[in-house]
């Protein structure tokens, strides 16, 4: 019996190991190329810019830095999926072609919905505390043109 779980065991790990070898020459996930900056909105102060930058200019900008495991599958898909919607949804680099969503940036980053929970384990610099997640929404505002609540304001 001990033997016939070992050899199925061994057997899956030789499976899963060729599984991980085979995806690595899947071709997706491995143009990381960062289009030339354009242009970037008129900040509204510095600090904006550089909480920006900490929190949301990986996805969100065509100065995109991508680190080694980015080359790596699957890994290097959800980074190149994560990247691509956020470049297509709101790019700091190119403000002639902001996606329908810049408006809405304060508000998504007052809500906690971005920077995502996934992007914290290898970016603990992204996380924000409440005072910066506050300075950082009513920055955006203030340079994109949009409307976010303060918390608690105008909620029954």
Request: contains cysteine.
């Amino acid at each position: 019996m001990k033997r016939t779980i070992g050899r199925v065991l061994k057997i899956f790990v030789i499976f899963l190991a060729a599984a991980f070898v085979l995806i690595q020459f899947i071709p997706y996930g491995r143009n990381h190329t960062n289009p030339p900056v354009v242009q970037e909105p008129a900040w509204n102060a510095p600090e904006t810019r550089a909480m920006a930058v900490r929190a949301c200019f990986d996805c969100h900008s065509n100065e995109t830095i991508w680190p080694w495991y980015t080359n790596i599958a699957p890994v290097s898909w959800l980074t190149q999926r994560d990247v691509d919607e956020g470049r297509h949804k709101l790019n700091f680099s190119d403000i002639a072609n902001f996606g329908e969503e810049a408006g809405e940036a304060g508000e998504t980053v007052l809500k906690g919905e971005m920077p995502p929970l996934q992007y914290f384990p290898t970016h603990p610099e992204a996380r924000l505390n409440d005072t910066e997640r506050q300075q950082l929404a009513q920055g955006l505002d203030l340079t994109l043109g949009g409307e976010s609540r303060s918390e608690g304001e105008g909620q029954d």
